[in-house]
C-alpha cells in the first residue's frame, strides 16, 4: 500500500458477533445486496481478499452477472437471486447471515428503508452506502429499534461519504485531544475522473443532487445555497494537482456538524474532463430543479448520455482523491488526503473495512453515522482507514496543507502556507 507503512493485519484475525451475541471467527456469512452492480461486486470482490474465510453472498436480479462474479470469488461464495422490493424475500434471504451490506442504490428519492427495516426484524447487523442526505436521517429514525433488536447498523458506510467520515473524525479528535484546539471549519473535498469507473449509478446520484438545495453550515447558522455554485481551486496533491470543485448536498455535512460539534461544513465534488463540470454547470442553471426531483427523468437522460460517458470514461480513466480539511482556533489547518488510480476497486475496500470493523465488534448496537464513536470505536478507526487505503498512491494521515500540495505557496523566509 503506497503512503502507508503500517502492514495489514492478518485476514484471520477478523471476528464477528453472532446474533446470539457471543463471539466468533471470521466464517461469519456476508450478504452483499446489490452485489452484481458495481459498488456491489467491488465490495464482495474486496472482502474475499481481506478475509478469505468469509462466506460471501452475493444477491441481485442478474443471475448471469451474479454467477460470472461467484466463479471468481471462489468455493466460499454463492449467487442469491432477489428482489429488494419482495419484503418476505429478502427476510428469508438473510436467515443464518450475520451482516447484511446494503449497496443497491441510488439511495435518492427513496421513501422508506425498506432493507434496513428487515435487518432489524430478523436481527442481522447491517451497513449500507448511502450517498443521500434525506435517506440517511430517515435511516438513523430507527436507532431505537436496532438498539431492541441487539443489532449494530452504520449508514453513510461507503468511500464518499464513510471513509471521508472517519478521516474527518480522526483529524478532529487529534485536534481536541493533542492540540488542545477547537475545531473551527471543516471542509470536504472530492475529485473523480469521469464517472470513476460506476458508470450510470454516479451518474444518476450526481444529477438527482442538482435537485436539491445544498445544505452547508456557517458558524453554527444552516444555510442553503445553490448545487454546483461556489466553485474552488482545490490540491489534491501528487496524481491529481489542482482541481475544480463545487458545492452539493452530501449527508456527511450535517452528520459531521451535529456529531463532531464543528460550527462550520461544507462538501465539494468535481470531475475531468473540464467540459463534464460545465455540463453539470449548465444543467443547474437552465433546467428547473423540478427535473432532477424526478427520478424517472432522470433515469431518461442517464440512458441518454450513458453511451457518451462510458466513452470519456475509457479515456480519462477513474481517479478518485478525498481531501478533508480541519482549521481551528489556534489558527491551525491540517489535512488527510486519500488518492487512488481506480475509484470502482477503492469503493469496494473502503465498504468492506466497514464490514470487518462491525463483524470484529466495535460497533454497538444502534444505527450510528461513520464518525460516532459508537459506529466505530476510536481506537478501531486506524485499521479501519489502513484496510480502506489498499492500493492507494497518496495517503497523508495529518498534514499541514503545504506538506502535500504540488504547488505550496511561501509567504518568505521559507515558510509555507
Request: aromatic share 8%.
Amino acid at each position: 500500500m503506497a503512503g502507508a507503512s503500517i502492514p495489514l493485519p492478518s485476514p484471520s484475525l477478523a471476528s464477528t458477533i453472532s446474533k446470539e451475541g457471543t463471539n466468533k471467527p471470521a466464517s461469519s456469512r456476508v450478504l452483499v445486496l446489490g452485489g452484481t452492480g458495481r459498488v456491489g461486486g467491488s465490495t464482495a470482490t474486496a472482502l474475499s481478499k481481506l478475509c478469505p474465510s468469509l462466506q460471501i453472498q452475493v444477491a441481485g436480479r442478474n443471475r448471469e452477472k451474479g454467477a460470472a462474479l461467484v466463479s471468481k470469488l471462489g468455493e466460499k461464495s454463492e449467487f442469491v437471486e432477489l428482489d429488494i422490493n419482495n419484503t418476505r424475500m429478502l427476510e428469508r434471504a438473510l436467515d443464518g447471515v450475520d451482516l447484511l451490506v446494503h449497496t443497491a442504490g441510488p439511495f435518492q428519492r427513496q421513501e422508506k428503508c425498506t432493507v434496513l427495516e428487515a435487518a432489524i426484524s430478523t436481527k442481522t447487523a447491517y451497513i449500507d452506502v448511502c450517498d443521500d442526505t434525506e435517506y440517511s436521517w430517515r435511516a438513523k429514525g430507527f436507532h431505537n429499534e436496532a438498539v431492541a433488536a441487539g443489532i449494530p447498523a452504520i449508514t453513510t458506510a461507503g468511500i464518499y461519504p464513510g471513509v471521508s467520515n472517519v478521516m474527518a473524525a480522526e483529524l478532529v479528535h487529534a485536534a481536541r485531544s493533542k492540540d488542545e484546539a477547537e475545531p473551527e471549519r471543516l471542509r470536504f473535498f472530492y475529485y473523480t475522473a469521469g464517472s470513476g469507473g460506476a458508470g450510470p449509478t454516479i451518474l444518476t446520484t450526481s444529477l438527482l443532487l442538482l435537485g436539491e438545495d445544498v445544505i452547508a453550515y456557517n458558524k453554527g447558522e444552516e444555510v442553503k445555497l445553490k448545487p454546483y455554485s461556489g466553485a474552488l481551486s482545490i490540491d489534491f496533491g501528487k496524481g491529481v494537482r489542482t482541481k475544480d470543485v463545487y458545492l452539493l448536498n452530501l449527508p456527511e455535512v450535517k452528520s459531521a456538524h451535529e456529531i463532531l460539534k464543528v460550527p462550520t461544513v461544507s462538501a465539494r465534488f468535481g470531475t475531468a474532463p473540464f467540459f463534464w463540470n460545465w455540463g453539470m454547470l449548465a444543467f443547474a442553471k437552465f433546467l428547473p430543479m423540478e427535473t432532477f426531483r424526478d427520478k424517472n427523468k432522470v433515469l431518461q437522460l442517464v440512458q441518454l448520455i450513458d453511451p457518451l460517458v462510458r466513452v470519456v470514461d475509457g479515456i480519462a480513466g477513474e481517479r478518485v482523491s478525498m481531501r478533508v480539511d480541519l482549521e481551528c482556533t489556534n489558527g491551525k489547518t491540517t489535512i488527510r488526503l486519500f488518492t487512488h488510480k481506480r475509484l470502482s476497486v477503492s469503493v469496494g475496500y473502503a465498504t468492506a473495512a466497514f464490514v470487518l470493523a462491525v463483524l470484529e465488534g466495535n460497533t454497538q448496537p444502534g444505527v450510528w453515522f461513520p464518525e460516532e464513536p459508537e459506529g466505530i470505536a476510536i481506537e478501531a478507526r486506524k485499521l479501519l482507514l489502513q484496510r480502506a487505503a489498499e492500493g492507494t498512491s497518496n495517503f497523508v494521515m495529518y498534514k499541514p496543507p503545504w506538506m502535500v500540495e504540488t504547488d505550496p505557496k511561501e509567504v518568505g523566509l521559507g515558510i509555507y502556507v
